[in-house]
């Protein structure tokens, strides 16, 4: 079983910052891919972000130059600092990691979910 925890979601005025975190546990052996992905009711949930395990990221056009993914390796954590906050932002965030646990399959988890309300 690999499990995700996220924190850091609330509420902000637009124009501020939040950092969302993401830690993983569990049997992981290798993690190939995470991203941040968002959703509005009533919508499908989008990609914001995405960073490989050779550390090469991704960005929705919405969102380049204003967020900024990361990853802290040996906590098995990762984070997705978001800058000038727009009330367009609001949404439930929620991280995805793929991997291979140490039995050699292969895992596909998704956090629990953290509300981000930007106020206008």
């Known amino acids: 079983q690999v499990q995700l925890v996220e924190s850091g979601g609330g509420l902000v005025q637009a124009g501020g910052s939040l950092r969302l975190s993401c830690a993983a546990s569990g049997t992981i052996r290798s993690i190939n891919l995470m991203g941040w992905y968002r959703q509005v009711p009533g919508e499908q949930r989008e990609v914001v972000a995405s960073?490989?395990?050779?550390?090469?990221?991704g960005y929705v056009e919405s969102v380049k130059g204003r967020f900024t993914m990361s990853r802290d390796t040996a906590k098995n954590t990762v984070y997705l600092q978001m800058d000038r906050l727009k009330p367009e932002d609001t949404a439930v965030y929620y991280c995805?990691?793929?991997?291979?646990?140490?039995?050699?399959?292969?895992?596909?988890?998704w956090g629990q979910g953290t509300q981000v309300t930007v106020s206008s």
């Open positions: 995805n990691v793929r991997g291979r646990r140490w039995d050699g399959r292969a895992f596909d988890s």
């Open positions: 960073l490989t395990s050779g550390g090469t990221t």
